[in-house]
């Protein structure tokens, strides 16, 4: 059953600050989250192009980064949880104040090691080896980030 007690006043200014949090982290993940890599490589096929003459075709290699949306979900639940304990479930004060101050903190830090983490392993794949003609196998960085593979040629 849902309380219907109001948070305390003197709580309020931590919530809206793990919120501020939250949204902030939000956003410079969804922002900083992104990248993308190309290459074409190995020799040209030729490819009649219907006037009498050849073209040449490459297979090429295209690597998308972009945010996961499991990430922004985690943050909005760490926020959640944190919000429901702090109003209803904590002792006092004290320890309201503690579990939304560790709720930012791990909001922040999540944010924080997702970013590095998907950019990293993103740098890694983007300088990895890749033969035209085989399929491109890759480690995705689950949930930090999602990944699309386009192979073309």
Not at 18 to 45: E, F, K
Not at 53 to 64: A, I, K, M, N, R
Not at 96 to 110: M, N, Y
Request: with cysteine.
């Amino acid at each position: 059953m849902l309380s219907t007690r109001r948070a305390d006043p003197a709580v309020s200014p931590r919530i809206r600050r793990v919120v501020i949090v939250a949204i902030v982290s939000a956003a410079v993940y969804w922002l900083l989250t992104t990248a993308s890599s190309g290459r074409c490589d190995g020799p040209g096929t030729q490819v009649p192009d219907g006037n009498g003459g050849l073209l040449v075709s490459q297979e090429c290699l295209q690597l998308t980064l972009s945010p996961s949306p499991l990430m922004v979900v985690a943050f909005a639940v760490i926020l959640l949880v944190a919000v429901r304990r702090a109003s209803v479930a904590s002792i006092d004060r004290a320890d309201a104040r503690r579990t939304l101050d560790r709720a930012a903190t791990a909001i922040a830090l999540l944010a924080a090691a997702a970013v590095v983490i998907s950019l990293a392993w993103f740098a890694v794949l983007a300088g990895s080896e890749w033969t035209p003609g085989t399929p491109f196998s890759y480690l995705l960085p689950f949930p930090f980030a999602a990944l699309d593979v386009e192979i073309t040629g």
